[in-house]
């Protein structure tokens, strides 16, 4: 049972560069979740998705893009690399409030640095 | 919007000993959840206890467990017996019940806890 997958662990980009994180879920949970974490701090969320086809803005959802098309994949995009996004990124997925269990699962989190 | 207030950036207990770590949020809504998160240097997002806040009585897993004051808003963790392996960063967190628009995980800043041997 694998969970949550994220990938790469670490990554170094170029400002300017643009990559793709990617996360998988694989326990048929319909919300998932990108969160970032910088030194110091609590986790901020970027982008979250309710179902394939439903996304939706968190607090800090500049410089990013997201996708849905399946229950399983929800991947965060950086399309233009800056500084300030040097930060450890979680995926989460859950199932909604009232159904089941409500807690997140997380991934294990993408350490990327932006130079 | 909904806020999570850890006060205590560090704190640290000798081991076999109990530490309280203090939570405290603030919200207009009469029902939601609430959450102690651990994160060992492994980086790792891991659930220590939950709290739903329709129930009176306090979460209890093992050697954690939570005060829950509702009408304070107050939600601590209590570890007891504290072990070498409980040293980590401590979350406390909130989230609300389905409302499209308003569902998230909100975090606290975090309580560092060290256990010293």
């Known amino acids: 049972n694998a969970g949550v997958t994220q990938t790469p662990k670490f990554r170094i980009l170029k400002i300017g560069q643009s990559m793709t994180l990617q996360c998988t879920q694989d326990m048929n949970h319909n919300y998932m979740y990108w969160y970032r974490q910088d030194p110091g701090m609590g986790l901020k969320l970027i982008y979250y998705s309710v179902g394939a086809g439903i996304t939706d803005k968190g607090e800090v959802p500049n410089g990013y893009n997201v996708s849905r098309s399946t229950t399983e994949d929800f991947p965060l995009r950086l399309e233009l690399a800056a500084p300030s996004q040097t930060s450890v990124y979680f995926c989460a997925s859950s199932y909604p409030p009232g159904q089941g269990y409500y807690g997140y699962t997380f991934g294990s989190g993408t350490r990327l640095t932006v130079v | 919007a909904q806020t999570v207030t850890q006060s205590q950036p560090e704190m640290s207990v000798q081991e076999a000993e109990t530490v309280t770590l203090s939570c405290t949020y603030d919200?207009?809504?009469?029902?939601?959840?609430l959450f102690w998160y651990k994160q060992p240097p492994s980086r790792q997002m891991i659930l220590v206890i939950r709290q739903e806040a329709y129930k009176q009585q306090n979460a209890t897993e093992n050697r954690f467990s939570v005060n829950f004051q509702k009408a304070a808003k107050s939600f601590s963790l209590k570890i007891s017996d504290s072990q070498l392996g409980d040293a980590a960063m401590y979350f406390c967190?909130?989230?609300?019940?389905?409302?499209?628009?308003?569902?998230?995980?909100?975090f606290g800043t975090g309580t560092r806890l060290t256990i010293i041997p």
């Open positions: 919200t207009s809504e009469s029902d939601y959840y």
């Open positions: 967190a909130y989230r609300s019940l389905p409302n499209f628009g308003n569902e998230k995980l909100t």
